[in-house]
């Protein structure tokens, strides 16, 4: 079983995968680099909620002109070697000034939880009988944080300072 998580809660996904779909679905759809490509104005016509997603070998620098029409990015981890998705998340967040939901899909490794959300990933997919379970215990592992990133946590050496300032 999958589930979206989502701010640590499981949600009912709104938006249908239409990737690799011929057709694209009425409602909120994810489609691919292609399908946006091809079907760009038309989509932006409908007026839906919309999303992407982008596969490992796809840079967010091909969307950068449109993130302002996406609700959901989707970044694909296609296998656990393929760590590209960690660097798209920063650049988003970081670079490109991403603010909506930046989804972590395909092979969600559990133990690799931690630094999704530190790139800046909100929600993810997880596959597994009780996603929701298996997302609080891999998000209760860790609470203290030694780098800097963009999610705003302080960072170890802060806490310290705050405790002895």
């Not at 007026?47 to 796809?58: E, T």
Request: charged fraction near 30%; charge should be neutral; hydrophobic fraction near 40%.
């Amino acid at each position: 079983m999958s589930g979206l998580i989502k701010n640590g809660e499981l949600f009912d996904d709104p938006f249908t995968d239409a990737t690799g779909s011929p057709e694209i679905p009425d409602g909120p759809v994810i489609v691919s680099l292609e399908q946006w490509k091809a079907h760009r104005d038309a989509l932006i016509a409908r007026g839906k909620p919309l999303g992407i997603k982008l596969r490992s070998d796809q840079s967010p620098e091909a969307i950068a002109d449109d993130l302002a029409h996406f609700n959901v990015i989707a970044l694909e981890f296609p296998k656990f070697r393929d760590g590209r998705a960690y660097s798209y998340a920063r650049i988003l967040r970081e670079r490109l000034g991403y603010a909506k939901e930046l989804r972590a899909v395909g092979e969600v490794l559990l133990e690799q939880l931690h630094f999704m959300m530190r790139c800046g990933f909100d929600a993810f997919v997880i596959q597994d009988p009780d996603p929701l379970g298996a997302y609080r215990k891999a998000a209760a592992d860790y609470t203290v944080w030694y780098q800097p990133t963009g999610d705003g946590r302080p960072t170890a050496m802060a806490l310290r300072r705050r405790k002895t300032g």
